[in-house]
C-alpha cells in the first residue's frame, strides 16, 4: 500500500540510504533518491545476490540455467499479473 512504501521510505531516509523533499514538487509524491550510502549499499547487496544466483546454478547446464530463468520469471510476472487462461487450467 502506499501508507506501507512510505513507511519503508521514511526508515530508508532515517537510515540515510535515501533523501527525500519536506513537500512534494508536484502533487503529492515525494521524489526519492539514493544517497552515496545507499548506492553503496545497494552495490554490495547486488555483489552478493549474483554470488548467490551463481552458487544456485553452477550444478545447471547452460540450457537448464535459460530454463531456470524462464522459469523464475513467469514466477514473478505471476506476482503482478493475471494468470493466463493456460495456468488456470492446471
Known amino acids: 500500500t502506499r501508507q506501507s512504501m512510505n513507511v519503508l521510505l521514511q526508515a530508508l531516509e532515517r537510515q540515510g540510504l535515501v533523501i527525500r523533499p519536506a513537500r ?3 502533487g503529492r ?3 526519492t533518491e539514493l544517497t552515496d ?3 553503496r549499499q545497494l552495490e554490495t ?3 552478493a ?6 552458487n544456485m546454478l553452477a550444478n545447471l547446464d547452460a540450457s537448464e540455467q ?19 487462461s493456460a ?4
Open 66 to 84: 535459460n530454463q531456470m530463468r524462464r522459469l523464475l520469471t513467469t514466477c514473478i510476472a505471476s506476482l503482478t499479473e493475471p494468470p493466463t
Open 29 to 31: 509524491a515525494l521524489p
Open 49 to 54: 545476490v549474483r554470488r548467490v544466483e551463481q
Open 87 to 90: 495456468t488456470q487450467k492446471r
Open 45 to 47: 547487496a547486488s555483489a
Open 37 to 39: 550510502l545507499g548506492r
Open 24 to 26: 512534494a514538487p508536484v
